[in-house]
């Protein structure tokens, strides 16, 4: 198995982040003095979010022959079976915002988010619990994937957070007959709780480097395993 030098390739992660971020935020900047509508300046911090992400992908890649294949999720659907009533109902319109390829197979599900609220995290975790639904249908274990949110910055209660995890988790735990569910992961990689005063596109937000290291540390822990 091959290992990887993590400190040199997160070192070039964060370098590229960074460089992605500043140029991105100043962009989003210039959109919120040009158009003040507000469904302009979220979608484009949205866009935001979606380039930091892709970013990080594109910087692990360098250091690999076989890329990283992030798919938007809307050009990967999965389907998921439901019998009712004696009639077959199909759902193949099932996807997150990026699914995770490497080698042929789905290592990782991620709904991208500016901010962070309980609510949004509540309604990815449904998002989630219906592609694991659909892997078991499909005969993937969902527990060789990882199901992620990566966001901008916090808006909700850690604790309330953490309830909505352990109800996914123990939802998982029954879906796969399992002693143990799958547990879903949160990276912010910016520091602070959202305010609505210093909104992105008016302030340059501090990198959380902690959370964007852990990120990439679990996606090359991963990759090791199927090199």
């Known amino acids: 198995m091959i290992k990887f030098d993590y400190e040199k390739v997160i070192e070039n992660v964060v370098t590229d982040v960074t460089n992605c ?8 900047k210039q959109i919120g003095l040009v158009h003040k509508t507000e469904g302009a300046i979220r979608y484009a911090a949205g866009e935001l979010v979606e380039k930091v992400l892709q970013s990080i992908f594109n910087s692990i890649n360098t250091f690999l022959d076989n890329k990283i294949i992030s798919k938007v999720g809307g050009t990967d659907y999965l389907t998921k079976k439901i019998d009712y009533k004696g009639k077959t109902y199909v759902n193949n319109k099932i ?16 709904e991208n988010k500016t901010y962070l609220d ?6 990815a975790l449904a998002d989630f619990k219906k592609i694991a639904q659909a892997l078991v249908q499909e005969k993937i274990d969902p527990k060789a994937c990882e199901f992620i949110v ?9 604790n309330t957070f953490l309830t909505y995890e352990a109800e996914f988790w123990y939802e998982t735990k029954n879906l ?3 002693d143990s569910g799958i547990e879903p ?6 520091k602070g709780i959202r305010n609505s005063s210093k909104p992105l596109y008016k302030i340059r937000h501090e990198l959380n480097t902690d959370a964007i290291k852990e990120f990439v540390t679990l996606i090359l822990s991963i990759l090791e395993k199927q090199l």
Request: charged share 25%; net charge positive.
């Open 95 to 110: 996807q997150v915002d990026r699914h995770v390829w490497y080698k042929n197979n789905r290592i990782a599900f991620i």
């Open 21 to 28: 971020y500043y140029t991105e935020q100043e962009t989003l």
């Open 150 to 158: 990566f966001a901008g910055q916090k808006a909700g209660k850690q």
């Open 185 to 190: 992961k949160i990276f912010f990689f910016l």
């Open 118 to 123: 309980t609510c949004y995290y509540d309604r």
């Open 176 to 178: 796969l007959h399992s």
